[in-house]
């Protein structure tokens, strides 16, 4: 059974910076379509961005220019390096893994989430 944990969550002041990881366990990370997506109180989980086998990465609208994916397949880490944090970001984040099937990521495991607060 696959285990992703995020770390990194935390409270910042708006203009701030976090970068927050997701360690994944017991899979072929190399393998794996990862993702990050984000709940606000009383909302629905929305996409942040996903980044596919070889690097490649998409990010909502609302973060581009801000937040970056990356990940390091030697050491099994997803990363999302989140710069010039607004109060609207302020979330639960988790990170999801999946396998392309037709082109598209079909996710199956998904972590416990790290939470982002940001103030203004």
């Known amino acids: 059974q696959a285990k992703l944990v995020e770390s990194g969550g935390g409270s910042v002041q708006a203009g701030g910076s976090l970068r927050l990881s997701c360690s994944v366990s017991d899979l072929a990370f190399s393998s794996l379509c990862m993702a990050w997506s984000r709940q606000r109180t009383g909302a629905e989980r929305e996409e942040v961005g996903d980044i596919n086998l070889t690097g490649y990465t998409s990010l909502r609208e609302s973060v581009k220019g801000r937040f970056t994916i990356s990940r390091d397949n030697t050491k099994n880490v997803l990363y999302l390096q989140m710069n010039s944090l607004q109060p609207d970001d302020t979330a639960m984040y988790f990170c999801?893994?999946?396998?392309?099937?037709?082109?598209?990521?079909?996710?199956?495991?998904w972590g416990q989430g790290t939470q982002v607060t940001v103030s203004s």
């Open positions: 999801a893994a999946g396998f392309m099937i037709g082109g598209t990521c079909k996710f199956f495991a």
